[in-house]
Nanobody, 122 residues
């Protein structure tokens, strides 16, 4: 599976962005998908994930109520709608996929997109 992330940019605090991650391959529907982020000098951090079968979603506490993750298996795409963005959300956002089990650990994901920069100004 190859992943292509897009949709990042510069936005003011309280603004919104929608990230997209398009996957190649015909088995996209069998992969759990997740978004991680990494700010300069910090470790890669889990933000959200969605299961391949039920579409159940998981979020880190800091983004609950602001971020919404969804997937369209027909388009091989996952979307991360980010609302009420704050400066602390500034990071490079990576989408990731695995076929085993949903996880919050980056080590559990086998496939990664190239990352898209999100910058939130105060």
């Amino acid at each position: 599976v190859q992943l292509q992330a897009s949709g990042g940019g510069l936005v003011q605090a309280e603004g919104s962005l929608r990230l997209s991650c398009v996957a190649s391959g015909r088995t996209f529907g069998s992969y759990n998908m997740a978004w991680f982020r990494q700010a300069p000098g910090r470790e890669r951090e889990f933000t959200s994930a969605i299961t391949w079968n039920t579409g159940r979603t998981y979020y880190v506490e800091s983004v609950k109520g602001r971020f919404t993750l969804s997937r369209d298996n027909a388009k091989n795409t996952v979307y991360l709608q980010m609302n009420s963005l704050q400066p602390e959300d500034t990071a490079v956002y990576y989408c990731a996929a695995n076929a085993v089990a949903i996880s919050r650990s980056p080590d559990s994901f086998d496939y990664w997109g190239q990352g898209t920069q999100v910058t939130v100004s105060s």
